[in-house]
């Protein structure tokens, strides 16, 4: 019996299942984009996406997360799962006037899994 080989896909049919019952059709396909662009699966944009992050490392940027939280600090380093790792950062609760929680003066990890976006800090 000849060896097949299988075509590589993050997904699995199950998986698929639930995200579009979670998301409806359109957020399904936004998200299903984003998780290939961000594991380096998709071609073309995830070419774009790894240049732009090898780029901003050691630049200040925003790393917004899902629970409406927003950092600020010097980018140290980030992961193929987006996780974040800032110096020097600060943290506001963005729908509070960016009202100032905490200010670190180590080292903050975010988990990737909630970041929403990172985006340089213009200065």
Same mark, same amino acid.
């Given at each position: ?43 073309? /944009?995830?070419?774009?996406?790894? /240049? ?5 490392? #050691? ?8 629970? #409406?939280?927003?950092?600020? #600090? ?5 992961? #193929? ?9 600060? $943290?506001?609760? $963005? ?24 985006? $340089?800090?213009?200065?």
């Amino acid at each position: 019996m000849p060896n097949k080989q299988r075509r590589s896909n993050p997904f699995n049919n199950a998986q698929d299942a639930i995200l579009t019952r979670k998301y409806g059709i359109a957020q399904y396909k936004q998200n299903k984009q984003r998780l290939l662009v961000m594991s380096g699966k998709a071609s073309t /944009e995830g070419s774009v996406t790894t /240049e732009f992050l090898s780029d901003i490392i #050691g630049k200040t940027v925003n790393v917004k997360l899902a629970s #409406g939280l927003l950092y600020s #600090g010097r980018l140290e380093s980030i992961d #193929g799962f987006m996780n974040v790792a800032l110096s020097s950062a600060t $943290e506001h609760y $963005e729908s509070n006037n960016n009202k100032l929680l905490n200010k670190f003066n180590s080292d903050v990890f975010l988990r990737g899994t909630q970041v929403m976006y990172i985006s $340089e800090q213009k200065i």
